[in-house]
Nanobody, 126 residues
């Protein structure tokens, strides 16, 4: 599967952005989808994931974004979204979308994803 992430930009603290991840193929039938981020000098970290349709479309979030971010999927558009609200300077990072066929308990682990998008920069100013 090929993934194309977009929607990043510069926003003030407290603002909102919506990231998009356009996928080729029958993504929602076959893959779990996740968002990760990597800040300057930091390791790539889990942000959110949504399980494939056959697994119920369940959503998972990192504690740091729970209540502020929302992941969703549009089956018709074959696109996964990450709605980000109440953004903070510590949310500044390159955001990546990824596809996985792992078990649900593995969705927070980057190594369990086999396809990655190119990343989109999110910068939150204070």
């Amino acid at each position: 599967v090929q993934l194309q992430a977009s929607g990043g930009g510069l926003v003030q603290a407290g603002g909102s952005l919506r990231l998009s991840c356009a996928a080729s193929g029958r993504t929602f039938n076959n893959y779990h989808m996740g968002w990760f981020r990597q800040g300057p000098g930091k390791e790539r970290e889990f942000v959110a994931a949504i399980s494939r349709s056959a697994s119920g479309g369940k959503t998972f979030y990192a504690d740091s974004v729970k209540g502020r971010f929302a992941i969703s999927g549009d089956k018709a558009e074959n696109t996964v979204y990450l709605e980000m609200n109440s953004l903070r300077p510590e949310d500044t990072a390159v955001y990546y979308c990824a596809a996985s066929t792992t078990v649900l308990s593995g969705l927070r682990v980057p190594d369990y994803y086999h396809s990655w998008g190119q990343g989109t920069q999110v910068t939150v100013s204070s």
